[in-house]
């Protein structure tokens, strides 16, 4: 089953390159990154395993505000994520919620959307292939 408004890519990368490369990305773009979820850890620390299973939260309040302005309870929704996990091949993938279909859900449509949306689509599109 695919869950409704989520978008999965591969990354050519290992999860902890694919990352470094998401950082400086999102660094260079002048996003802001307000946290790094390491869910394996967390599983490891209560004596459980997972396979590298990372979220960060990034954004920039320029773009989300005035999106916030409209409706508070997109506030559920932003900053931005995007997860990066490894499945049982070993196969590295990158996953995000649309902004379209999220702002869909609270009726509000605007440029704003494509922006993020661009921004994803841009991380997805791209880790370089490992040397």
Same mark, same amino acid.
């Given at each position: 089953?695919? &869950? #409704?408004?989520?978008?999965?890519?591969?990354s050519? *990368?290992? %999860? =902890?390159?694919?990352?470094e490369?998401i #950082?400086?990305?999102l660094? =260079?773009?002048g %996003?802001?990154?307000? %946290?790094?979820?390491? @869910? !394996? %850890?967390? !599983?490891?620390?209560?004596?459980?395993?997972? &396979?590298?299973?990372?979220? *960060?939260?990034? +954004?920039?309040?320029?773009?989300?505000t &005035?999106?916030?302005?409209?409706?508070?309870? *997109?506030?559920?929704?932003?900053?931005? $994520?995007?997860?990066?996990?490894?499945?049982e !091949?070993?196969?590295? @993938?990158?996953?995000?919620?649309?902004?379209?279909?999220?702002?869909?859900?609270?009726?509000?449509? !605007?440029?704003?959307? +494509?922006?993020? $949306?661009g921004? *994803?689509?841009?991380?997805?599109?791209? &880790?370089? @292939?490992? =040397?």
């Amino acid at each position: 089953m695919k &869950p #409704e408004g989520l978008i999965t890519v591969d990354s050519p *990368l290992d %999860a =902890a390159a694919t990352l470094e490369w998401i #950082e400086a990305v999102l660094g =260079a773009k002048g %996003a802001t990154i307000y %946290a790094r979820i390491d @869910h !394996a %850890a967390g !599983a490891s620390a209560a004596g459980m395993t997972l &396979p590298p299973t990372t979220v *960060l939260i990034f +954004g920039n309040p320029v773009t989300g505000t &005035p999106l916030m302005q409209k409706d508070q309870r *997109l506030g559920l929704d932003l900053p931005l $994520r995007i997860l990066v996990w490894t499945d049982e !091949a070993g196969k590295t @993938h990158m996953t995000y919620n649309d902004p379209f279909w999220f702002a869909g859900r609270y009726g509000i449509f !605007a440029p704003q959307l +494509g922006a993020m $949306r661009g921004m *994803l689509d841009a991380l997805a599109d791209g &880790p370089p @292939h490992s =040397a």
